[in-house]
């Protein structure tokens, strides 16, 4: 039983490494410049994604995003007041850290649209990292809304990255009407439970023509690297970062984790086999 | 005449602007967005829309999150 169901997982990731990423072969396209992900037409300098929620102050993650080695963080778009002010924007256009707003508390189609509007007007960018989540005990994506949503947004001329289920199903649908990237949970919002259904983000991977960006859930370094090594183009995460302990220390860590586990995916990993098998030549 | 500005009741003039909204606040105009009742009002247009009665305006910015 064991041996069958890693048979099933050693026969998938060798079918993609001597596959393609999307038309590009990935013996080529790793270890050879340049190794950049491009969505919609635009590189990014990072496949570690930051979010910028749950820093204690903006010190903190001023630090964390520049261990990250980061190219693109996202905002949440809120009332503003006078005191707070467009603090995070500052910290962000200093660094050079290009801004991704979300449609985080949206609960129906209409919100997020009109969230989405509302941020590529404040923030002159028609990027938008799209949330419209069921309740907020799981957060976990309302996938009608959520298409629906995408749909109008895509139509309305923005670059969709949506965030999304871990359903290979629902993945191709928001590919089919024209999202940019796909960005499957690994576990629900702010858990650090990591990738709870591997099997389903590697379905993901395989059939996706877009990006796909393993978003929420992720807790430590490991998870980050099992994304990558699952076929992942990138990774996005906040939480597991800015309520870490010390939270530069595993901005660092998830940046070399999302590096090593994308050279690894590249490398294509040994067979995994049953019984032991020596390294070293037989004795005479 | 009153308007809601993020919530909060606000009296105004009668011929007042999305522009003196925003002014009359002390809020930032870079980074930030208004729409009045569920309509985004771009920026360029912010000194000639005119605010009716009651008009719900919502100025929002970038803030942590995601």
């Not at chain 1, 903190?60 to 707070?84: C, F, H, K, N, Q």
């Not at chain 1, 309305?156 to 960005?183: H, I, S, W």
């Not at chain 1, 259904?197 to 690297?225: C, F, K, R, Y």
Request: aromatic share 2%; net charge negative.
């Amino acid at each position: 039983m064991r041996s069958g169901a890693m048979t099933i997982t050693e026969q998938t990731g060798q079918g993609r490494v001597q596959d393609t990423v999307h038309g590009v072969p990935v013996q080529e396209e790793v270890g050879a410049e340049p190794d950049v992900l491009v969505v919609a037409g635009r590189p990014i300098a990072s496949r570690l994604i930051m979010g910028t929620g749950g820093a204690a102050n903006l010190e903190i993650l001023e630090r964390a995003l520049i261990a990250s080695g980061t190219a693109l963080t996202t905002v949440a778009m809120r009332r503003v007041d006078a005191a707070t002010g467009t603090g995070v924007l500052e910290l962000l256009n200093r660094l050079e850290i290009e801004v991704l707003p979300n449609t985080a508390g949206c609960r129906t189609a209409a919100e997020a649209v009109l969230t989405a509007r509302l941020a590529r007007e404040a923030l002159e960018t028609d990027l938008v990292k799209l949330e419209v989540v069921a309740d907020e005990r799981t957060l976990l994506p309302d996938p009608i809304e959520l298409l629906d949503a995408a749909e109008q947004l895509v139509d309305d001329g923005f670059t969709v990255l949506p965030y999304t289920n871990d359903d290979p199903v629902l993945a191709r649908k928001l590919e089919q009407v024209g999202c940019a990237a796909v960005m499957p949970l690994g576990a629900p919002i702010g858990t650090g439970l990591g990738i709870r259904n591997p099997h389903n983000i590697a379905m993901i991977v395989e059939q996706a023509g877009v990006p796909v960006v393993l978003d929420a859930g992720i807790g430590t370094a490991s998870e980050a690297a099992q994304a990558m090594e699952l076929g992942c183009d990138a990774v996005l995460l906040a939480t597991a970062v800015t309520r870490a302990g010390d939270p530069e220390l595993m901005a660092r860590a998830m940046r070399l984790a999302v590096e090593a586990g994308r050279a690894a995916r590249g490398a294509g990993r040994i067979p995994k086999r049953y019984w032991a098998q020596a390294s070293s030549p037989d004795l005479d | 005449m009153v308007v809601w500005i993020n919530g909060e009741r606000r009296e105004f003039a009668p011929d007042a602007r999305v522009l003196d909204a925003l002014g009359a606040l002390g809020l930032p105009q870079k980074g930030v967005a208004v729409a009045v009742d569920g309509e985004v009002v771009p920026k360029a247009q912010w000194a000639g829309t005119a605010l009716v009665d009651g008009a719900r305006v919502e100025v929002l910015t970038a803030v942590q999150g995601g």
